[in-house]
């Protein structure tokens, strides 16, 4: 059996750990949000903003815009880590919450799908455990290079 190393891959881009987890804090808040009020329109909402983080366009991100005031508010200390795997992460959030929105436009349950989403935005605004960094890890050996 081969011996895979659990660190994570890097692309020698740096961000703030702590902007990351208050970032999860908001996407935790809103599919709770969801939950409670069954309003798509906060389904739409995590679509557009995990997109946006996905290409590459955090700067338009509002749970990005809103994460810097908090940080800069809270005076939290910049946090060093990757972007490649936190980035990796966003897509798996982007795929969850388009799935959960054409879910809940077929009129089905989804309350499996969402608090799964749940758990992983409290695993990461809490505790810092990215589950996606952990699938990048093993799954960067056969990704496309990005540049």
Known sequence: MADINLSCPVDGIQINENKVRVIAGFVLLTILLYLLTGWSGLLLLLAVDFGLRVFKQPKYSPFG????FIVGQLNLPFRSTDQAPKRFAAGIGLVFSITILVV???????F??????????????????????????FLKPVLPVDK
């Open 65 to 68: 815009k809103a994460a810097d």
């Open 104 to 110: 809940h436009s077929l009129g089905y349950t989804t």
């Open 112 to 137: 499996i799908l969402s608090s799964l989403l749940a758990v992983f935005a409290m695993l990461e605004s809490f505790a810092g455990f990215c589950a996606g960094c952990y699938v990048y890890t």
